[in-house]
């Protein structure tokens, strides 16, 4: 019905005389000050229990206009002390995994599925992961990457619906939010048990050749 009021205002302009009809574009959205708006925003976030133990809220940094956007679990005590992610020793591997690739912290967005460390760095409850996930899938919206890549067991299992091992969801590719997604260990891990590195270096390299394509 829209389409056929458009049609019929643009039929009578051009009976008029009007010949050319001109459309104001939108304004380019400024990604990055958008997330940091939002960022202030969600500071004093108290959705779920996890606020009541917090030193700092820990939304995400990185690129605001990124192709990849790398999602973990949880803030850990580095994240909770300075409010940015992937910046203690798990945040050390992380980067030098970005380098093996020929990546920059600086090209991609880097968050958790939840913004608040969890007591003892337990995994984040049901009501935690529901309660955080508004926040992530705005980001999302707002940064429309490319690619996605999620680190660990707990960040495949929320977001993908499903329980599996994490060589099960590492075996291919996922589909979220009608992106490419590829899943593989979480820097932690890699940390306690360094033989897995040899695995995640071939997840790695999957992802390279995915990102490269265009």
């Known amino acids: 019905m829209q389409n056929k009021s458009i049609k019929q205002y643009l039929e009578y302009l051009h009976l008029s005389g009007i010949q050319d009809v001109f459309i104001k574009p939108k304004p380019k959205i400024n990604k990055s000050e ?12 108290s959705a779920c229990a996890l606020h009541k133990g917090r030193n700092k809220f820990c939304y995400g940094n990185g690129n605001a206009d990124a192709k990849l956007l790398i999602i973990g679990e949880a803030p850990g005590a580095d994240e909770d002390r300075k409010g940015e992610v992937f910046v203690g020793r798990s ?6 995994m970005l380098q093996a690739i020929n990546l920059s912290r600086d090209e991609v967005y880097i968050t958790n599925i939840v913004k608040c460390r969890p007591p003892e760095n337990r995994n984040p409850n049901p009501d935690e992961k529901r309660s955080c996930l508004p926040y992530l899938e705005e980001q999302i919206s707002i940064i429309q990457p490319e690619l996605i890549l999620m680190l660990g067991k707990v960040a495949a299992e929320t977001l993908l619906g499903v329980q599996q091992t994490l060589t099960v969801f590492r075996q291919k590719t996922h589909i979220y939010k009608g992106l490419k997604t590829f899943v593989s260990y ?7 048990n360094p033989n897995w590195k040899k695995f995640a270096w071939i997840d790695l390299q999957n992802l390279q050749k995915e990102y490269r394509k265009n």
């Open 186 to 192: 979480h820097p932690s891990a890699l940390l306690r």
């Open 34 to 45: 958008l997330l940091k708006t939002l960022e202030e925003k969600y500071n004093n976030c």
């Open 91 to 96: 945040g050390q591997l992380l980067t030098k």
